[in-house]
């Protein structure tokens, strides 16, 4: 079955440390997304990629870092930039308008 | 994000009916969004709206204006376990990005 997978489920950062979140989907879609959601709020737009080897910014970019070699990857680095990491992170991905197929998300805590 | 308004919660009864309003500025619009979130998990999709006017599926239906910028999902015949996050999200004409609300928590209450 087709789908899109993030992994680690919970993952625990040291402060100072850079870490990196997976997301694979064999959808074969072109685009995919990295939100962020803390407590109560929203999802907001980290970074997202409409091609192969091209990503554009989202809303709130600063302190982290993406890449996009493969079509069915595009795996988020949260640096040690990014002062207040704990939060939600999902991972999306579409094709042309169609709405999104999300990951099951990662839980990022700093320790 | 980018001016999507929607109510910060709301409660009901179980068995009624609730209506959650959204508005968006209209500049760049293509389509608009719903989806739900329990506590914890992913988002699910619920409805897509495109043309104005209302789109029934089972108990949930929305509803879009796109000259008045403004969307409302319908709930009816609540249930225990439609207590969720339900997230409003519009595209725009270039690309296929979605902006989100900040959610409306509902709450059914017996």
């Known amino acids: 079955d087709g789908g899109i997978t993030q992994s680690p489920k919970y993952l625990f950062r040291k402060e100072g440390q850079n870490v990196t979140l997976s997301c694979e989907q064999n959808?074969?879609?072109?685009?995919m997304y990295w939100y962020r959601q803390d407590p109560g709020q929203g999802l907001r737009l980290i970074y997202y990629s409409q091609i192969v080897n091209d990503f554009q910014k989202g809303d709130i970019a600063e302190g982290y870092s993406v890449s996009r070699e493969k079509k069915e990857s595009f795996p988020l680095t949260v640096t040690s930039a990014q002062k207040n990491p704990t939060a939600f992170y999902l991972c999306?991905?579409?094709?042309?308008?169609?709405?999104?197929?999300f990951g099951s998300g990662t839980r990022l805590t700093v320790v | 994000g980018q001016n999507i308004d929607q109510p910060t919660e709301m409660t009901a009864t179980e068995g009624a009916i609730v209506q959650i309003n959204c508005t968006y500025q209209?500049?760049?619009?293509?389509?608009l969004f719903w989806y739900q979130q329990h506590a914890g998990e992913a988002p699910t999709f619920l409805s897509y709206n495109v043309l104005d006017g209302l789109e029934e599926k089972g108990r949930f239906s929305s509803f879009l204006s796109r000259s008045k910028g403004y969307s409302y999902l319908l709930l009816k015949e609540l249930q225990m376990k439609d207590s969720a996050s339900y997230l409003c999200a519009r595209s725009y004409n270039q690309g296929g990005k979605l902006i989100f609300g900040q959610g409306t928590e509902l709450s059914v209450k017996p």
């Open positions: 999306a991905s579409n094709q042309l308008n169609y709405g999104y197929t």
């Open positions: 959808l074969n879609h072109d685009a």
């Open positions: 209209t500049s760049g619009f293509n389509g």
